[in-house]
């Protein structure tokens, strides 16, 4: 079950801080990533994270994901907010039995489940 957290309405250059509540993360191998999906856009990849060894991706410089393994909760950073990403936000989570030394992935079709999405509204 997976449910993202920590949308709203945000200034540009503003921060917010999304939570996926994450139940199971830590088991196994399994992967979270987050997603964003704007209007009239395909939805893109943003970060992902391992449960194992916390190894992650950031695709975007101002994006930061980390968790609490011990919540099963991923949190992703945004920070220098700007207009361009205003979209809702998406976590996922991806089932994975054995130890990968791979990076995980920001591709939809890598992950076996998602979450309701947050909205984020960046303007002035």
């Known amino acids: 079950q997976l449910q993202a957290s920590g949308g709203g309405l945000v200034q540009p250059g503003g921060s917010l801080r999304l939570s996926c509540d994450a139940a199971g993360f830590t088991r196994n191998y399994n992967h979270i990533g987050w997603f964003r999906q704007a209007p009239g856009k395909e939805r893109e990849g943003v970060s992902c994270i391992k449960s194992d060894d916390g190894g992650a991706v950031n695709t975007n410089s101002r994006f930061t994901i980390s968790s609490d393994n011990a919540k099963d909760t991923v949190y992703l950073q945004l920070n220098s907010l700007k207009p361009e990403d205003t979209a809702v936000y998406y976590c996922?989570?991806?089932?994975?039995?054995?130890?990968?030394?791979?990076?995980?992935?920001?591709?939809?079709?890598?992950?076996?489940?998602w979450g309701r999405g947050t909205q984020v509204t960046v303007s002035s």
């Open positions: 996922a989570f991806a089932y994975v039995a054995y130890l990968d030394p791979s990076p995980c992935g920001t591709e939809a079709y890598q992950y076996d489940y």
